[in-house]
């Protein structure tokens, strides 16, 4: 299996950018996809970006196309989503997330329900 830890979270004003860092550990980094989440209270974790094992396909949810970046280091073990242009209703716990592949692929998960294992998420909270 394997570990996943966030960091970079914090406050920001509306317009401004925040990097989250997501380290991984254990089992080889390359069998896995990677994703991140956000949830806010009383709502379910919607997905944000992922990124395939290579980091050739990478996927967005509709309300980050264009401001958000995913990107991965297989050499560092690590997942990073800068975050440009943020706007209040980004604030939320943000999540790193790991699914296993089960054969060598191009595929991102989308769905949080694909991801076996989480960190223990990073408060990003935008104010206006």
């Known amino acids: 299996q394997v570990q996943v830890v966030e960091s970079g979270g914090g406050l920001v004003q509306a317009g401004g950018s925040l990097r989250l860092s997501c380290a991984a550990s254990g089992r080889a980094f390359t069998t896995y996809v990677m994703g991140w989440f956000r949830q806010t209270p009383g709502t379910e974790r919607e997905v944000v970006a992922g990124?395939?094992?290579?980091?050739?396909?990478?996927t967005y949810g509709d309300s980050v196309k264009g401001r958000f970046t995913i990107s991965r280091d297989n050499v560092k073990n690590m997942v990073y989503l800068q975050m440009n242009s943020l706007k209040p209703e980004d604030t939320a716990v943000y999540y790193c997330?790991?699914?296993?592949?089960?054969?060598?692929?191009?595929?991102?998960?989308?769905?949080?329900?694909?991801?076996?294992?989480w960190g223990q998420g990073t408060q990003v909270t935008v104010s206006s």
């Open positions: 997330g790991a699914h296993e592949l089960v054969q060598v692929s191009d595929y991102v998960a989308i769905y949080a329900y694909e991801y076996q294992y």
């Open positions: 990124i395939s094992w290579s980091g050739i396909s990478t």
